[in-house]
């Protein structure tokens, strides 16, 4: 069965520094989603990025990106000029290639200071 | 555009009682709807999914229950509550799940 590991339970940045937050998976699958969630403290789950595993390059959003070494199958979310709205848990999700649902993992709670 | 609501945002309920949660999804048809639990300090549990109308899968095995009367309504329900049901609900849709969920607000249910 596929898992999803965030060891780290709480993690803070300075508002504008650079945080990276980081997931594990393990799969036997080839072809695969990983995915990484914000979930603000008004408990809304926002998609921050997406990464398809047959893709090399590294997935971008904005402020957001992350680094995929599928042979280490890691997947870390990097966040650079970190803001006070940041502040959220931080879900990282994977869903195999012949299915639909989503796993995720325990979380991660940022806070960013000012 | 596609919306998804959720109600009530906040439960409280007594050991015993049952439960009905809605979710209703506006602006497509047709979707893949999901239900999941987050428990204070784990990640989101899937409960169920569904496909199309009265088609449910259930993943854990539990007190509650699924359905979907109408193509574009997700309900969880429960006959009687147990204090381990607490939680925060969260139904989700999607149509092209490999690009992920849209999810609610979610319901933050408490059994006293």
């Known amino acids: 069965a596929q898992t999803v590991t965030q060891s780290q339970p709480e993690m803070s940045v300075q508002e504008a520094e650079t945080v990276t937050l980081s997931c594990t998976y393990d799969?036997?699958?080839?072809?695969?989603?990983l995915f990484w969630y914000k979930q603000p403290p008004s408990r809304q789950m926002i998609l921050v990025i997406r990464?398809?595993?047959?893709?090399?390059q590294n997935a971008t959003e904005n402020r957001f990106s992350v680094n995929f070494q599928k042979a280490a199958k890691s997947f870390s979310l990097k966040i650079s000029d970190s803001q006070l709205g940041d502040t959220a848990m931080y879900f990282c999700?994977?869903?195999?290639?012949?299915?639909?649902?989503?796993?995720f993992g325990t979380g991660t709670r940022l806070q960013v200071f000012p | 555009s596609q919306t998804i609501h959720q109600w009530p945002a906040t439960l409280v309920q007594p050991v015993g009682s049952p439960l009905s949660l809605e979710c209703t999804v506006e602006?497509?048809?047709?979707?893949?709807l999901y239900w999941y639990r987050q428990a204070a300090g784990r990640g989101l549990q899937l409960l169920f999914y569904?496909?199309?109308?009265?088609?449910i899968s259930s993943e854990v095995p539990q007190n509650l229950s699924a359905s979907r009367p109408q193509d574009r309504q997700f309900i969880l329900s429960s006959k009687k509550l147990l204090l381990s049901d607490s939680g925060f609900y969260l139904c989700?849709?999607?149509?092209?799940?490999?690009?992920?969920?849209?999810f609610g607000s979610g319901t933050r249910l408490t059994v006293v």
């Open positions: 989700a849709w999607s149509h092209a799940p490999n690009y992920g969920y849209t």
């Open positions: 799969t036997s699958e080839n072809n695969y989603y």
């Open positions: 990464q398809e595993a047959y893709k090399q």
């Open positions: 999700a994977f869903m195999g290639d012949n299915t639909d649902k989503l796993i």
């Open positions: 602006g497509t048809s047709n979707p893949n």
């Open positions: 569904s496909v199309g109308i009265g088609q």
